[in-house]
């Protein structure tokens, strides 16, 4: 049984939120932050990247970092920019991204079930990371965005869902500087409440799309309480977290594709005929973007190419084996490339499908990269899969867009000390 709960939010005026609403913290890096926030001051990342409005050269990690990021949440109550609903909802997230539309629903998730399996991982998480996510809960006494959720739709929950937004106008609404549509719908009928309760009663399981680190800091910092407290209270706020639920046929993951320092000592032509031991190799006459599985793009010398993995390099039956990235690891990065670990080796680089093919071509025309690979989008359905089998994804497998916006709704651990 999946649990939904809903939860007073903490969310901006309506007229406010193109304004305060962000992009998530991990998108961008602190510079692309600040020249963000002096573009805007009302910008989210006032909170989520609270270095970026502190002196440059800052550690990002310092304990006067996640000081501001508190302080700087206190201001928007201080200041009426954002509020806090009198009683708990749930709240209805649309996005569209020119004709791509995903419908979710913002709850706060169950860390029990998180622990338990219930809710369903396929990344491993980094130990400096998880704790950069305690860190800034526990300073923030806030989750400051949500975990991207999905679960195998039911068409009796996506109907009702649309039946509430039809019933209702939009509390916010607004197109970002990305050009994405994000609305909100409030739902604090209890009757309403409850019947949404009900239904995802009946969803076996959560799956994770984007967002682990913050689910595991969420259970770290659940962890803590319990054993400052010296018993473990699953009706404690700091025992859910915030998440935006999308059932998986409105989920859209783009390519992730992959670029590479240099050929690790082969010339162009003994590059091409070493690839050409596991793929079949075409030139392109454009830029080649894969439309089926087990074919990748690749762009070297200015040049596009068509690769085609060979029967019998990868075995068909095993769910992480035959993955478009693990195809291209096992059989072209790893031992023509020399890429041992793509989490730790610094000569390889991911760029997302959002920024189209001319982004590799310009990465390796700059002269910094000397080859790219375009992908096939890895299937949500190849996701759960791996995720019900209880294994591990490849690093930099899936590209979720939209990107869900942080500050549009947050979850408040405690009081921020203000009356609304």
């Not at 501001?68 to 206190?74: F, G, I, P, T």
């Not at 997302?352 to 949500?380: H, N, Q």
Request: one cysteine or more; charged letters at 30%; aromatic letters at 10%.
């Amino acid at each position: 049984m999946a649990i939904v709960r809903p939860f007073r939010g903490f969310r901006p005026n309506g007229e406010l939120a193109e304004k305060i609403a962000s992009l998530p913290y991990d998108v961008m890096d602190t510079e692309e932050a600040r020249s963000k926030i002096e573009a805007n001051p009302y910008s989210f990342l006032t909170v989520t990247k609270s270095e970026a409005t502190m002196p440059e050269g800052v550690d990002p990690y310092s304990n006067e970092v996640y000081a501001k990021a508190r302080e700087n949440l206190v201001k928007y109550a201080a200041s009426g920019k954002m509020n806090q609903d009198k009683q708990p909802c749930f709240y209805i997230y649309r996005q569209r991204m020119n004709q791509h539309i995903q419908i979710g629903l913002v709850a706060t998730a169950s860390v029990e079930e998180y622990r338990t399996g219930v809710i369903k991982r396929h990344e491993l998480t980094r130990t400096e990371k998880e704790q950069d996510r305690v860190r800034h809960i526990t300073e923030t006494k806030a989750q400051t965005g949500p975990v991207f959720l999905a679960y195998k739709q039911r068409p009796e929950i996506s109907s009702y869902i649309l039946k509430l937004m039809a019933e209702r106008e939009p509390a916010i609404n607004f197109i970002a500087e990305d050009g994405v549509r994000n609305t909100l719908y409030v739902v604090d009928n209890p009757l309403e409440i409850q019947e949404i309760v009900r239904l995802f009663r009946a969803v076996p399981a959560f799956y994770i799309a984007d967002g682990h680190h913050r689910c595991a800091g969420a259970m770290r910092v659940a962890d803590a309480f319990a054993e400052k407290k010296g018993e473990k209270d699953l009706s404690a706020e700091y025992e859910y977290f915030q998440a935006v639920i999308f059932p998986d046929n409105m989920m859209e993951i783009l390519d992730y594709n992959r670029i590479v320092t240099d050929l690790a000592g082969n010339s162009e032509a003994s590059f091409l005929e070493a690839v050409k031991e596991k793929f079949d190799v075409e030139p392109a006459r454009k830029a080649f973007h894969p439309e089926e599985h087990h074919t990748f793009g690749m762009y070297l010398g200015g040049n596009w190419y068509k690769l085609k993995a060979k029967e019998g390099i990868f075995d068909p039956d095993d769910v992480i084996a035959s993955l478009d990235v693990s195809i291209l690891q096992d059989n072209l990065l790893a031992p023509v490339l020399k890429i041992g670990d793509p989490r730790t080796d610094s000569r390889i680089d991911f760029v997302g499908g959002i920024r189209g093919l001319a982004e590799l071509e310009r990465k390796v025309d700059g002269g910094k990269y000397a080859v790219a690979f375009s992908m096939y989008p890895t299937l949500m359905q190849e996701v759960m899969d791996i995720a019900d089998a209880g294994k591990i994804m490849p690093p930099k497998s899936t590209w979720f867009e939209p990107k869900l916006r942080d500050g549009m709704v947050v979850h408040l651990l405690e009081d921020i000390g203000l009356k609304f």
